[in-house]
């Protein structure tokens, strides 16, 4: 019986690390998907690794991909950078699931049929980070994960985005090698419906230009308020923004710092915000 029971361990010990060390099937180059039959024969393969950049449809505003879904890509572990882009018929990147590791940068521009992106939850790590003109997109939840330093924060005319809370663990913007002012920079523009910044919340430190601009409906800074330093500050066309109370603390500690405030709800001069009067 002792036997027995010695021999069944050894084989689920064996099983169970034969399992855990599969061999990673690695595509050695960059690739690009514009249609779905390139998408199911790559799904053929098993890759499991791409070293270089995946591009999921086609560069963006010279035309539009008909790439239904991206079920092939769902082996994917780990690639060099990932752009989703000028997709209209693509309406969820859920195959997307398994993928763990982005070692640069992640895009998804002008994907009108994209109503999440819940699936890039289990990524905790890219350096840049792209989200422009995704016109059904309500929220960024799936980025939860990702945390600490980005190199480059975008967030630009996505007209259905109400909130950016899937940032809440980003803590600095900064690209040490690089000391470019429009290096390491935050940007959030022209996204009509978002009602605040508070997903921004844990940001402390921006090197580079940080830019609030057209987003019509939020009314305060307040996300901000933790934010320490900054290399310019700008903030404009925010026609319903009253409060700049969470910018406060930030001109208080560098108060040579070049900013622009213009054509909002309220625009106090910086001395307004070192004096406390930061709303209207």
Do not use: H
């Given at each position: ?82 752009i989703i882009s000028g997709n209209t018929v693509l ?190």
């Amino acid at each position: 019986m002792k036997k027995i029971t010695f021999i069944l361990s050894f084989f689920i010990l064996l099983f169970n690390c034969s399992k855990d060390q599969e061999p990673e099937v690695v595509y050695e180059s960059d690739i690009i998907f514009n249609t779905q039959q390139q998408v199911d024969d790559f799904g053929k393969e098993g890759y499991t690794k791409v070293t270089g950049a995946v591009m999921i449809g086609v560069d963006y505003g010279n035309q539009t991909s008909s790439i239904t879904n991206i079920e092939g890509l769902s082996t994917l572990s780990s690639i060099g950078s990932l752009i989703i882009s000028g997709n209209t018929v693509l309406s969820n990147i859920e195959p997307l699931s398994n993928l763990k590791s982005i070692d640069e940068g992640l895009a998804i521009l002008g994907n009108t049929a994209l109503t999440n992106i819940n699936s890039l939850k289990k990524i905790t790590y890219i350096e840049r980070l792209w989200i422009f003109d995704n016109s059904q997109l309500t929220n960024i939840d799936g980025l939860e994960n990702i945390s600490s330093n980005l190199k480059l924060l975008r967030i630009e005319q996505n007209e259905s985005l109400e909130n950016i809370d899937g940032l809440k663990n980003i803590s600095t913007i900064s690209d040490v090698n690089n000391d470019s002012p429009f290096a390491a920079r935050l940007e959030i523009i022209g996204n009509a419906k978002l009602k605040n910044l508070d997903g921004l919340t844990n940001l402390n430190s921006v090197g580079g230009y940080l830019d609030i601009s057209g987003n019509g409906s939020i009314t305060n800074l307040n996300g901000l308020k933790n934010l320490s330093t900054a290399g310019y500050l700008r903030v404009r066309w925010n026609s319903n923004l009253t409060n700049l109370c969470g910018v406060e603390p930030l001109i208080k500690n560098l108060p040579n710092l070049d900013m622009t405030i213009e054509k909002n709800a309220y625009n106090p001069t910086k001395q307004n915000l070192i004096d406390g009067n930061c709303s209207n």
